[in-house]
């Protein structure tokens, strides 16, 4: 079944995609909000876990998540299906090996970003 639709600037699809159609959805879970505690010192207890969903935290994770989405999604496409001069940048050296093209982004912990990188 064919989908149509118009996205943003005028340009117009036509193919087999949905445009509703997922293609990443982000979890953050308790264990990962546990992990944050226990590197910043704070104890891991329910009446803590409780205290941070009790305020705008939540929210403002997901808002922010997607603003963050957005400009990754764009370096992404650029690097991928554009070639553009963001891809000369954007490698990875692991023993004299040069991996240019991004995998698998499998966490983000204490401010590191763990991917899977191929050449």
């Given at each position: 079944?064919?989908?149509?639709?118009?996205?943003?600037?005028?340009?117009?699809?036509?193919?087999?995609?949905?445009?509703?159609?997922?293609?990443?959805?982000?979890?953050?879970?308790?264990q990962d909000l546990l992990d944050m505690f226990a590197m910043l010192g704070v104890e891991c207890s329910d009446a803590n876990?409780?205290?941070?969903?009790?305020?705008?935290?939540?929210?403002?994770?997901?808002?922010?998540?997607?603003?963050?989405?957005?400009?990754?999604?764009?370096?992404?496409?650029?690097?991928?299906?554009?070639?553009?001069?963001?891809?000369?940048?954007?490698?990875?050296?692991?023993?004299?090996?040069?991996?240019?093209?991004?995998?698998?982004?499998?966490?983000?912990?204490?401010?590191?970003?763990?991917?899977?990188?191929?050449?």
């Amino acid at each position: 079944m064919k989908c149509m639709g118009i996205v943003s600037d005028g340009f117009e699809y036509e193919g087999e995609h949905r445009l509703d159609e997922e293609i990443c959805v982000v979890r953050w879970q308790v264990q990962d909000l546990l992990d944050m505690f226990a590197m910043l010192g704070v104890e891991c207890s329910d009446a803590n876990i409780d205290r941070f969903l009790a305020t705008r935290a939540p929210r403002t994770l997901d808002e922010r998540s997607t603003e963050e989405g957005w400009e990754i999604l764009e370096d992404l496409v650029c690097m991928e299906m554009k070639g553009g001069d963001d891809s000369a940048d954007a490698a990875v050296v692991v023993d004299g090996q040069r991996f240019t093209h991004l995998k698998n982004v499998t966490r983000v912990l204490g401010g590191h970003v763990i991917t899977e990188w191929e050449r």
